[in-house]
């Protein structure tokens, strides 16, 4: 008699602490280079994941140019596209404390993979005003794309297979990447 059953296989560390620590230098050196210097723009970490992120750019960028770049934080949970048919959560908030009229907005997030996140987070900052520009920086790109959106800086593209997912954790020297594959079935 045979039987089915799902096995996941092992999750696989695709970024460890120290590949992290690079990625963020990679992409505080990319916004430098592409905004001559670091100093017109502001960081808003998408929270959750895109919090810890902005906040080592920042200091990325600090250590490097000596600019110390403003900070913000958006809550997108009010503004997703999904709002009505998801469980009820607790909804954090935004901390924006510096005039986003006129200003160069990096949004930041831990990965980017439909768009959907980034779409929401578009629409919450522009509550607070009406930015000259908004780049998009991201420590992982899963692609699935469902909306026209990519990130302008990223650290790390990766495929992730359908029914698979990335697993970030940020803070200290248990900062990594896992990618957890979707369980397969086999007969036994």
Same mark, same amino acid.
């Given at each position: 008699?045979?039987?089915?059953?799902?096995?996941?296989?092992?999750?696989?560390?695709?970024?460890?602490h120290?590949?992290? =620590?690079?990625?963020i230098?990679?992409?505080? %050196?990319?916004i430098?280079e592409q905004t001559?210097g670091?100093s017109?723009?502001?960081?808003v970490?998408?929270?959750? =994941?895109?919090?810890p992120? $902005?906040?080592?750019?920042?200091?990325?960028?600090?250590? %490097?140019?000596?600019?110390?770049?403003?900070?913000?934080?958006?809550?997108?949970?009010?503004?997703r596209?999904?709002?009505?048919?998801?469980?009820?959560?607790?909804?954090g $908030?935004?901390?924006?404390r510096?005039?986003?009229?006129?200003?160069?907005?990096?949004?930041?997030?831990?990965?980017?993979?439909?768009?959907?996140?980034?779409?929401?987070?578009?629409d919450?900052?522009?509550?607070y005003?009406?930015?000259r520009?908004?780049?998009?920086?991201?420590?992982t790109?899963?692609?699935g794309?469902?909306?026209?959106?990519?990130?302008?800086?990223?650290?790390?593209?990766?495929?992730?297979?359908?029914?698979?997912?990335?697993?970030?954790?940020?803070g200290?020297?248990?900062?990594?990447?896992?990618?957890v594959?979707?369980?397969?079935?086999?007969?036994?």
């Amino acid at each position: 008699m045979s039987t089915k059953a799902s096995i996941p296989p092992p999750p696989e560390t695709v970024l460890d602490h120290d590949d992290i =620590g690079r990625a963020i230098k990679r992409i505080a %050196s990319a916004i430098v280079e592409q905004t001559k210097g670091g100093s017109s723009i502001a960081l808003v970490g998408i929270r959750e =994941g895109g919090v810890p992120l $902005s906040n080592r750019i920042a200091s990325e960028i600090q250590k %490097s140019e000596g600019v110390r770049v403003p900070i913000g934080t958006i809550e997108i949970a009010l503004y997703r596209d999904d709002v009505a048919s998801r469980k009820a959560e607790v909804v954090g $908030s935004s901390d924006i404390r510096f005039a986003v009229d006129g200003q160069d907005v990096v949004l930041v997030d831990d990965v980017v993979h439909t768009g959907r996140t980034v779409r929401a987070a578009i629409d919450a900052l522009l509550d607070y005003g009406r930015p000259r520009r908004i780049w998009l920086a991201a420590l992982t790109d899963r692609g699935g794309r469902e909306l026209p959106i990519a990130p302008d800086f990223v650290g790390l593209a990766i495929d992730v297979p359908a029914g698979g997912y990335l697993e970030v954790t940020l803070g200290g020297p248990k900062d990594r990447v896992v990618l957890v594959r979707p369980a397969f079935e086999y007969a036994g």
